[in-house]
């Protein structure tokens, strides 16, 4: 089993900046994705930013430039630097990570947080 916490969420004003971490744990062979979804009210759950085991980043097309995605392989580890937040931003985070299980290295599994919620405010 594999326990994933998001963290670091919270209110800001437009045009302020937070950063959200998020831990996996458990049985880990290997990570081999890590990244965040968020989730608006009245909005499908959307793809904000992705990082690979090779380096490969992939970033919404709203969010480039303002987010930065990074990872700490060592500590299963993902974080996302939010800069010149607006009010589109506002909605629950999720993070996710691909991962292969020590009782299971033949196929990866999903794991998702509980998400934390990021409010900008105008």
């Given amino acids: 089993q594999v326990h994933v916490v998001e963290s670091g969420g919270g209110l800001v004003q437009a045009g302020g900046s937070l950063e959200l971490s998020c831990e996996a744990s458990?049985?880990?062979f290997r990570i081999n994705a890590m990244g965040w979804y968020r989730h608006a009210p009245g909005?499908?759950?959307e793809l904000?930013?992705?990082?690979?085991?090779?380096?490969?980043?992939n970033y919404a097309?709203?969010?480039?430039?303002?987010?930065?995605i990074s990872r700490d392989n060592a500590e299963n580890t993902v974080y996302l630097?939010?800069?010149?937040?607006?009010?589109d931003d506002t909605g629950v985070y999720y993070c996710t990570s691909v991962v292969t299980e020590t009782n299971d290295v033949s196929r990866e599994v999903v794991y998702w947080g509980s998400?934390?919620?990021?409010?900008v405010s105008s």
């Fill in 61 to 68: 097309d709203s969010v480039k430039g303002r987010f930065t």
């Fill in 26 to 28: 458990g049985s880990i």
């Fill in 43 to 45: 909005k499908q759950r």
């Fill in 48 to 57: 904000v930013a992705v990082q690979t085991n090779d380096g490969t980043i």
């Fill in 115 to 119: 998400g934390t919620q990021v409010t």
């Fill in 81 to 87: 630097r939010m800069n010149s937040l607006k009010p």
